[in-house]
């Protein structure tokens, strides 16, 4: 089975654009999550999809969105972005729904604003 | 306070030596996860715990539901065992996961 794959590995934004970024899980599993990963706050908690529904959301404003498809492929999407965006973007996919499953993370989207 | 505290910060031994990492949470929780991350980013879920004890190859994580607290042990230490470690908890009620800072672990040959 192909792991989960993120797009793109790296790319260079200037502030007040915007970026999309791309998550395809494991196949077969339905839950998504996305983590922000910067040297002075570590890992942060952003969202969770399970079957296209947003199930859960972390403590970052409003330009943080994210999306799921029918295919369990996952986008989020910054807005506007800002000089503190710049950090390591990672998606984690899970089999179920359940909150207890074993998570398999992609590589991540090194972003930098600047 | 954090919700989950990680120690130590930083581990340096010699390989072959035995090594314990200790994370500390103040929450509720359904399960609690260690995860390895090496240079260049990519993370790999080593245990998820949610009771007891969990076993796999050199490595070892034991849970203690009682007194919020987890180890992870590693036995016969190597030089490709170096990588930052991070502790994570799934808060009951919420089901975020919440990260402890990481430990940075360095095995010197």
């Known amino acids: 089975k192909a792991g989960v794959t993120q797009t793109p590995r790296y790319l260079i934004k200037t502030r007040g654009q915007q970026v999309t970024l791309s998550c395809s899980p494991i196949s077969g599993h339905r839950s998504v999550s996305w983590y922000q990963q910067t040297p002075g706050q570590g890992l942060q908690f952003l969202f969770e999809?399970?079957?296209?529904?947003?199930?859960n959301k972390g403590n970052f404003p409003g330009r943080f969105s994210g999306r799921q498809f029918s295919n369990s492929r996952s986008e989020m999407n910054v807005s506007t972005l800002e000089l503190g965006d710049s950090a390591l973007y990672l998606c984690?996919?899970?089999?179920?729904?359940?909150?207890?499953?074993?998570?398999?993370f992609g590589e991540g989207s090194r972003l930098t604003v600047l | 306070k954090n919700e989950v505290e990680q120690s130590p910060q930083n581990l340096t031994a010699q390989e072959g030596e035995f090594i314990t990492i200790n994370c500390s949470y103040s929450v509720g929780i359904s399960a609690l996860h260690w995860l390895q991350q090496h240079p260049g980013g990519g993370i790999v879920s080593l245990f998820m715990l949610s009771s007891g004890k969990k076993k796999h190859g050199r490595l070892i994580a034991t849970i203690n539901i009682q007194e919020k607290h987890s180890s992870l042990h590693i036995t016969a230490s190597h030089p490709r065992d170096s990588a930052v470690y991070i502790c994570?908890?799934?808060?009951?009620?919420?089901?975020?996961?919440?990260f402890g800072t990481g430990t940075r672990l360095t095995i010197i040959p």
């Open positions: 999809y399970f079957s296209e529904t947003q199930r």
């Open positions: 984690a996919s899970m089999e179920g729904g359940s909150n207890t499953g074993e998570l398999f």
């Open positions: 994570a908890v799934r808060r009951f009620g919420n089901e975020k996961l919440t």
